[in-house]
């Protein structure tokens, strides 16, 4: 059962792999985000689930001076829309 699951979260996870640009990975490595997650103090904003890969990092964004990750959870990218809207330096 267990690896079933693994396997599908696999191949849910494909399509979002692919949408990663060469531009977002080098927006990433310029903000330090690699040896945040190599070091398991990645955190999504809102979840506060660990981020462990790079491909679950769906959005970065500045917030007091900080950069904030967000993982690719559906709910985590709707609470990161409702951000955007409410806050016009992220537009
Ligand atoms: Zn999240």
Redesign the pocket.
Known sequence: MLRLRLTRRRIDRQPLQAAHSAQFNTLLQSLAVPEAVTSGHAR??????LIHTLDEVAAVFPDGGAVQL????P??LL?LADLVESRTDLM
């Open positions: 999504c904003k809102f979840c506060l689930t967000v993982c690719d959870k709910a985590c609470a």
